[in-house]
């Protein structure tokens, strides 16, 4: 972590993200794709109850990306005993946090469904695909922790395989329960539930891999000191994911005034993009454990170098990708839901909106990832909420309101050219910081 060439030590570390991230979005858009098959009304139940799925994820990530956080800088500084309380701290609130989410979800499970967007022709269907996804919500926010802390530490390879493994089951469960079992919409939730506990215990044996820290109940000493940190850590993943699902539930009704096909439309294009994303976030991964490490050991020199060699290598390989998507954009969007011509067409134009803003994305994720790694919550959580919160919710009541339909799906790609303007100065502003403490560093060492 600390000696090897950075380019060569993220590029490794990154292989395996990359690879667990493509899978698993992979078989979230599995359920958009045979679901497709059936009607346009479980398309659009499927991309509604995605919306929740990610508030899930997004507690998830709070405890992993916080206590993954704390732990790689704790490791980087030698402090092996407050990594290994840390460790515990993250696991166990994490599938207590997904206990109390399945609970209380089911209890307003109708009210809820309409609250994420469903209109009066979707509910059944939407309240059919909740009911059994809540039942994964513990394993889904423990397994996103587990995943985290080992990624964290370094083995990234380890949390590849308990990920890809779910996911792989995931998509060969789907036509299994949806088709020959005829359980349609239904089916497809009890494939990603399944697929969340069998990934959940791949992960528990995982973590005895690879020289990780070994998650034991002994150590789970629960304090206000260990939850702030996990807060500091986590707290940007947790705007990043969870505005991003407000931000879904305000495109579904933004869409909903349009109909059925609207909805749908967003929805496919919302798990397409979903996917280019994964592949950017996970090169990030692979990034955050080399910049926690290295800024704990104060090697800001090579925090700086592995923060650029990023951005360059990201922003190139996503101008490449926006302009293969937007030249098929109708074959991709047809891939999901070839029956119907007004689903098309307003994924096909969502889709060619989103991707001309797609590579700003390089800069806006990595400076977000490095932020959130060396402790910068506060700058991390503005950079998080800047492209789906602070600009994105104003501008779905907005545009739709002068654009009409034209609005709601060009609503991202305006967002982040605005958040850009925000991320900058503070991605800017920490990078001066670190080349001053360097120099400082340099000058005492003399």
Sequence with gaps: MLEEPVEKLVCRLAMPTILSML???????????????????????????????????????????????????KLGAGDIEEAEKMSAVGFFTSFLAGVVIMVGCMFFIEPLSYLLGSTETIQPYTVAYLRIILIGAPAMTASLVLNNQMRFQGSAFYAMIGIVSGA????????????????GVAGAALATTISQYL?????????????NIQIRFQ????????????????????????????????????????????????????????????ALIGFGQGFQPVCGFNYGAKRYERVLKAFGFCVKVAFV??????????????????IFRKDDPDVIMVGTA?????????????WIIMCNMMLQSIGKGLKASIVASARQGIFFLPL??????????AGVEACQAV???????????LGVSVIREMKREEREENDSDL
Excluded at 224 to 233: K, S, W
Excluded at 240 to 245: E, I, T
Excluded at 317 to 334: E, H, K, R, S
Excluded at 415 to 425: E, G, K, Q, Y
């Design 317 to 334: 390989c996503l101008l490449g990708m926006a302009v293969v998507v937007y030249i098929f954009a109708p074959q991709l969007v047809t």
């Design 350 to 362: 969502a889709l060619r909106y989103s991707v001309i803003a797609f590579p700003l994305a390089a």
């Design 219 to 278: 150590n789970f000493k629960p304090s206000l000191h260990f939850f702030i940190e996990v807060i500091r850590g986590g707290i940007p993943s947790l705007f990043r994911q969870g505005l991003a699902s407000v931000a879904t539930i305000c495109l579904n009704h933004a869409a909903g005034v349009y109909g059925d096909a609207a909805i749908a439309g967003m929805s496919i294009v919302s798990r397409i993009m979903m996917f280019a994303n994964s």
């Design 23 to 73: 899978v698993t979005s992979f078989y979230n858009m599995a359920d958009t794709f045979f679901v497709g098959k059936l009607d346009t009304q479980s398309t659009a139940a499927v991309g509604i109850v995605f919306s929740l799925m990610a508030i899930i994820q997004a507690i998830g990530f709070l405890f992993g990306h916080g206590s993954g956080n704390f732990i790689s800088r």
């Design 168 to 183: 792989v089951i995931n998509i060969v469960l789907d036509p299994v329960l949806i088709f020959w079992c005829g359980m």
């Design 396 to 405: 779905i009541a907005i545009l739709p309101h002068f654009f009409g339909l």
């Design 199 to 211: 990934s959940f215990f791949f992960l528990l044996i995982m973590i005895r891999r690879g020289g």
């Design 415 to 425: 967002s982040d050219f605005c958040a850009l303007t925000v991320s900058i100065p």
